[in-house]
């Protein structure tokens, strides 16, 4: 409504006497800067937005008899129709915006509601395996240990010279490794099998241990990092640094989870899918989810080393 005092008038118009015209609109409260309106405008689509006073004042211009205008602090007893209103604004919103229909908008709430419900299952499960953790004598020199004797975990073929090519890129490359495990175990692992030390430019963005004075784990890092928030808006401010001004991104994850890991950042991105097994029954959701799909412990596509300039 770029013209409020327009509507007003209109409104005055064609009521009946003794009729009465409802509405709801954005008041100025009192204290609020200027910049805090201009914040808040750009959010929105109105020109602008009156106090209560100037409101009062179109109303009299349109002949309306103003009993009362002041700021009584409380919301309006139809704020709970209004709140309704919005939800259902937001819904068709969504729909038209999107092009989907019923059926599919349903299927998303869906899948919301179930994600509401898995979470805290999966906090608490995350939370008891911690709590045994933490029982045993856990310390920095005896993960190492564990790692060195473990001969089940391999670097994908491949990888070992995807990380060199981006770590002597110049421009270096950066590479952010996001793993719902314990980043600890990731970076000793890699400090092992690695023919190079990391550089700078690679982050593991993981849960973490923490470890007292003497090396010892006496507790687990928060908040947690699961399968359902592996997000950008996860990243610490370090790594968002790394992101600042790029404009391309390579994804690679082995669970359809990982196709998020991207989302929060502005670029253009190509996701690569490892389906390690039960892969005729998860193609379907892997090709929906990513652009290239490797299969059976397959190496790093040659795509991924093209998209790196190599």
Same mark, same amino acid.
Not at 7 to 36: C, H, Y
Not at 235 to 242: D, S
């Given at each position: *409504? ?42 929105? @689509? ?10 009062? +004042? *179109? ?29 259902? +604004?937001?819904?068709?919103? @969504?729909?038209?915006?999107? &092009? ?26 995350? &939370? ?13 020199? %005896? ?8 001969? @089940? /975990? ?23 490794? *996001? ?19 990391? +550089? ?6 993981? %849960? ?6 003497? &090396?010892?784990?006496? %507790? ?45 950042? #502005? ?20 090709? +929906?989810?990513? #652009?290239?799909?490797? @299969?059976?412990? &397959? ?8 998209? /790196?300039?190599?």
């Amino acid at each position: *409504m770029p013209d409020k005092q327009l509507i007003i008038d209109q409104a005055a118009r064609i009521v009946k006497p003794g009729g009465k015209v409802m509405f709801t609109d954005w008041i100025e409260g009192e204290g609020l800067s200027n910049p805090e309106a201009q914040r808040f405008l750009s959010l929105m @689509t109105f020109p602008a937005i009156p106090t209560v006073k100037e409101y009062a +004042q *179109m109303l009299e211009k349109a002949h309306f008899e103003v009993e009362v205008a002041e700021n009584s602090g409380r919301f309006s007893p139809a704020m709970d129709s209004y709140v309704h209103m919005l939800k259902l +604004q937001a819904v068709y919103d @969504t729909k038209k915006l999107l &092009g989907w229909d019923d059926e599919a908008y349903d299927k998303l709430i869906s899948d919301f509601e179930f994600m509401a419900k898995l979470v805290p299952i999966m906090h608490e499960w995350y &939370g008891q395996v911690h709590e045994l953790i933490l029982k045993e004598y856990v310390t920095k020199d %005896n993960i190492a240990s564990a790692v060195s004797s473990c001969k @089940t /975990i391999q670097v994908r073929d491949g990888m070992v010279d995807f990380l060199r090519a981006c770590q002597t890129h110049d421009p270096v490359i950066p590479v952010i490794i *996001m793993s719902a495990g314990l980043g600890d175990v990731i970076e000793e692992f890699l400090r092992q099998a690695l023919p190079f030390p990391l +550089q700078e430019s690679t982050h593991v963005v993981s %849960n973490r241990m923490v470890f007292d004075e003497t &090396g010892r784990l006496v %507790n687990f890092s928060e908040p947690l990092l699961h399968m359902f928030n592996k997000t950008a808006a996860f990243f610490p401010e370090v790594t968002k640094k790394l992101t600042e001004g790029k404009q391309l991104c390579l994804l690679m994850g082995d669970g359809v989870g990982d196709a998020t890991m991207a989302d929060g950042l #502005d670029v253009e991105t190509l996701k690569v899918g490892f389906l390690n097994e039960k892969v005729e029954q998860r193609m379907p959701e892997f090709q +929906q989810k990513f #652009d290239i799909v490797v @299969t059976g412990d &397959g190496p790093v596509p040659e795509e991924a080393f093209k998209a /790196i300039g190599r």
